[in-house]
């Protein structure tokens, strides 16, 4: 699942999900619209916070879908 639809299914903000992580709203931002690519630490945190609903992959697939 992309991280956009995440939220939206889970009726959360980018903010919201942005303290969920310890990282700025800008972060989640870029990484919702595939401008940035998360570390591989954060990528594990994303996975876990949002109960493997939104994969590693599911990351990648964003910036492909960006070009």
Do not use: C
């Not at 939206?8 to 903010?15: E, G, I, K, R, T």
Request: hydrophobic content about 40%; charged content about 15%; overall charge neutral.
């Amino acid at each position: 699942m992309l991280l956009n639809d995440y939220l939206s299914h889970a009726d959360l903000s980018q903010s919201d999900f942005a303290q969920k992580l310890g990282v700025s709203q800008a972060t989640i931002s870029y990484w919702a619209n595939g401008v940035k690519q998360p570390s591989y630490h954060h990528l594990i945190k994303i996975r876990a916070a949002t109960n493997g609903q939104v994969q590693p992959t599911d990351l990648l697939h964003a910036a492909e879908l960006r070009l």
